[in-house]
């Protein structure tokens, strides 16, 4: 951990599309969940591009390929191609090729999408523990993935070979609810053998170096729903992050956010790219943001003032960060952000 942790969020006197060159922009819980895309999203990227930013789209499911993505988003009215969806088969394509030769034969878990990866950085996939693999390499395998390739995982981790995970998400949206995602696919061959995967996805190094790599983004903004990814990823990378409200992330959770989870910005949709970000400033323990002021006062959230409810927030974030330092703010929030609305 570094020395210095944020306690606040930042002002931005330019819009954020003006700032940064590049969005990464996380896909469930920002543009998109499930088949429809998230209020705002598609009017808001379109200006934003239009504004000269570039969009890059940074996702931890392994599933599909990125010209299925690509396909998807330009089928919701967010035109994309292929080259602008980056996935944790590719981060994770990446780690085993640094590792193993050119050719190296991989025992896959998963879908397409990491098959394709994998064939990208010059390597074979292949389906069974006796096709003589030399790694394993497991990413989200969707719904009907038969309990017999986790045994097959299984045969071939405790041999010893190297394991690979694209990314370590216990748990995926769908439509009818929270479907268990591939870290907990993960955890039972992890359970099985007592052997530790490698792992690609954010918020961890590989994935965020992908997204670099293939953007070539010298100014990103990591753009996301998750603080446990999206936004500690970002944290990990040293770049700026902007956390939007459409996703799993609810007002109470960012107010107790570690330093580790604080994300540079905070705004309720994608419109947050098109505008400027408002100052958010310090008085002793006082945080003030447009019309409101925010403090701890006898172990207690304080809010008073008027003003938008965003701000509201950003001047609560400002007093519970400053507050928790480099921990958790404990406090109960739920009577000011009721108050807010949020
Ligand atoms: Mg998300």
Redesign the pocket.
């Known amino acids: 951990m570094s020395q210095q942790y944020r306690t606040r969020p930042l002002g931005s006197r330019a819009a954020l599309n003006e700032a940064y060159d590049t969005a990464l922009l996380?896909?469930?819980?920002?543009v998109y969940a499930g088949g429809h895309a998230i209020v705002h999203a598609v009017g808001s990227l379109s200006a934003a591009r239009d504004g000269g930013m570039r969009l890059a789209y940074v996702t931890n499911n392994a599933l599909r390929t990125p010209a299925a993505v690509a396909e998807h988003l330009t089928e919701l009215g967010v035109p994309a191609e292929a080259a602008d969806v980056i996935t944790s088969a590719q981060a994770v394509a990446r780690l085993i090729a640094d590792q193993l030769p050119s050719g190296a034969r991989v025992l896959v878990i998963g879908g397409e999408g990491l098959r394709t990866a994998l064939r990208e950085r010059g390597l074979v996939p292949v389906e069974s523990a006796d096709d003589e693999p030399v790694a394993v390499a497991q990413g989200y395998g969707g719904p009907d993935m038969p309990w017999g390739r986790l045994a097959e995982a299984g045969y071939a981790v405790a041999r010893g070979l190297p394991w690979f995970a694209s990314n370590t998400d216990l748990t995926i949206p769908s439509a009818r609810g929270i479907a268990p995602g591939n870290g907990a696919a993960v955890e039972v061959v992890r359970i099985a053998t007592g052997a530790e995967p490698q792992v690609a996805g954010k918020p961890l190094p590989p994935m965020h170096r992908e997204t670099v790599l293939r953007t070539g983004a010298e100014r990103p903004l990591v753009v996301?729903?998750?603080l446990d990814t999206?936004i500690e990823g970002a944290f990990n990378g040293g770049v700026d992050s902007l956390l939007v409200l459409t996703?799993?992330t609810d007002a109470a959770q960012l107010l107790a956010a570690e330093p580790r989870y604080r994300p540079t910005y905070v705004d309720r949709d994608l419109r947050g790219l098109l505008t400027g970000q408002p100052e958010v400033t310090a008085e002793g323990d006082v945080v003030r943001c447009g019309g409101w002021s925010a403090s701890v006062r006898r172990e207690e959230l304080v809010l008073e003032g008027q003003g938008g409810e965003l701000d509201g927030l950003r001047a609560l974030c400002g007093a519970a960060w400053t507050y928790a330092g480099e921990g958790s703010c404990g406090l109960d929030a739920a009577k000011v952000l009721a108050r807010l609305g949020l």
């Open positions: 996380d896909l469930d819980g920002v996301g729903d998750r999206d996703g799993v």
